[in-house]
């Protein structure tokens, strides 16, 4: 598995062809993401098969649309340079693993140090199987609403350099392959069956891999899947681009209010114990709200990237 | 068993360079975002790879079990994954802007004409 992602890499970095490198970089993504399924991250494998495989390559796709689609051949004084560079760096690297702990070491201090508190307290006290859900969630909860942010401030970021999809202004010819009669009934039969995958994720999230991060992303992906098959015309009707953009800031402020609300009834920020009953009843409540929060972001703010290249009209 | 215990490393920094070089060598400005991701699908590897526990399985708790992978780095790399797209669209989208504004995402070119004005 190792060796083949290797391949891939040197493939796409020898390739001058862009078209080319970026599919061969969705290969790359997916073989990592069964990596991560082999080295037991499923909640990661997850992630990175939606994304990687998925939104990025889409992503990328749409700017060589928007540029060029082939590189100029590298020259060779860069070449060397550039290989002496690396193997150097990369020397001095493996001269580094030497002290590293061996592979799958139990003792090795990952292990030893707040871990073995979140495989064996959790469960007490936030109560949910997914540790990786209550690390994310509670344990961990500033960090994740700062990533949250940093996704949000990229979208806005994306729209400010691509500019806002004018309201109904979105040309006809704007993708659209509705006439391909197997890829307009394939999209069909997916539709339903990965928006409704994305909101079992969505809310299994606690007792199985998955969460908002991933939900979000798969629903996206939906929408995206939507919009090249059936034209942006018909998927800016059913999430129109101001929906879309406001649902991105509302995420947000739905995990930042979960965070007020516990300050308010007496708590640290983003401690969920008071909003229930019980502690664990409402460690549950606020992962549930947070999740959500960061799903909707996740969504919204994929759904609003791909319209910002889809629009974007290119300058004569 | 000494060399085979570091060999996911090794392959991690080779995973790595390869990125590096792209990103060095290479004078397009989206093939130097795909190295960059590169480079970046190898860090997280390098994360689940120290995550990685003999004996353990998926840290969702379960009777019965009691060896789990460390949960601690899947937590950082699945939140990075989600940001490192968003990052890579960033870079993407001012890769689109530079083009319409030189008509072109070659370095090289693009040096030129900065020096040529």
Redesign the interface.
Known sequence: M??L??AT??A??RLDQ?FA??ML?GI??LL?AA??VV??????AF??AA??AG??II??L???A???HK??P?PRS??W???S???I??AA??YG??D?P?????N?P??LH??PR??QQ??QEIGI????TS??ASY?GY??LG?TV??FT??V??IG??GIVPEGKVGPKTGGMEHHLILRITAKLMLPVILVFALYVQFHGD???G?G??A??IFASAFILYGLVFGMESVTTVAPPVVVRSLAAIGVLIYAGVGVVSLLMGSNFLDYNLLGHEPTHGQHLGIFLVEFGVGVT?AA??IS?FY??AS?Q??K | ??V????????V??????????V?????L??K???L??FQ?SV??LY???????????????EGVT????????????????????????G??????I??AYG???E?EIQEQDNAS
């Open positions: 190792l060796s992602l290797t890499a040197l796409v970095a862009l490198a970026v970089f790359y993504s990592s990596l991560f080295m037991d991250a499923v909640d990661v992630t990175e994304v990687g939104i990025a992503l990328m749409g700017a060589l928007l540029t060029s590189q100029h590298v860069r070449h340079m550039a290989l560079v690396v193997v760096t990369g690297l493996i693993t030497l590293m061996l592979y799958a070491d139990p090795a990952a292990h707040v871990v979140y495989l959790s469960m199987p997914n540790v990786v690390v994310l961990r960090d994740t990533e940093v996704i990229a979208a970021g994306v350099r691509l007792f199985g891999p969460g991060f991933q979000g992303v996740v703010s994929m990237l910002a290249y974007y290119r300058e | 068993m000494q085979f215990g570091l060999y996911n490393y090794w392959v920094i080779i995973l790595m360079m390869i990125g590096l070089y792209v060095i060598a290479s004078g397009n989206i093939k975002i795909v190295g991701n590169i699908t997280f590897i689940i790879s120290i995550g990685k526990l003999d004996g353990g399985t998926a840290p969702i708790l379960v060896s789990y992978s460390n949960p601690l780095p899947h937590v950082l790399i699945l939140t990075a994954i989600v940001v490192g797209v968003a990052t890579t669209a960033l993407l989208a001012l890769a689109v802007r083009h319409g072109s995402i070659e090289d």
